[in-house]
């Protein structure tokens, strides 16, 4: 499975941007990849990845760790978007969409197995 994240680019703080990812290539094991999760990740300059949100196949979600954003998904399309609202600068990061081995919510990297190039976000004034 390759995912390509777009989307990312500079906004002063306050913006908004909106990422896509889109899921292409082999299915995996007999099963589409609608029916995992996916989520968003994101890595500061010298930090670790953490999670930012996580989807469902079926639309449950969580976006706990960060509430002005917000996760959705178009199976139709293979895509996972999130939009993100009153960007802050420590939101800058680069924002990774991953695809996760489970159907259940899962916030920890081990449990995705498919990884994006990522996307830089970078809010400054």
């Known amino acids: 499975v390759q995912l390509v994240e777009s989307g990312g680019g500079s906004v002063q703080p306050g913006g908004s941007l909106r990422l896509s990812c889109v899921a292409s290539?082999?299915?995996?094991?007999?099963?589409?990849?609608?029916?995992?999760?996916m989520a968003w990740f994101r890595q500061a300059l010298g930090k670790e990845r953490g999670i930012v949100a996580t989807i469902t196949g079926i639309g449950n979600y969580d976006q706990s760790f960060e509430s002005r954003f917000t996760i959705s998904r178009d199976n139709a399309k293979n895509t996972l978007y999130l939009q993100m609202s009153n960007l802050k600068p420590e939101d800058t990061a680069v924002y990774y969409c991953?695809?996760?081995?489970?159907?259940?919510?899962?916030?920890?990297?081990?449990?995705?197995?498919?990884w994006g190039q990522g996307t830089q976000v970078t809010v400054s004034s």
């Open positions: 290539g082999d299915i995996l094991s007999g099963d589409t990849t609608s029916g995992h999760a």
């Open positions: 991953a695809l996760s081995t489970q159907r259940e919510l899962t916030s920890a990297p081990c449990d995705y197995d498919a």
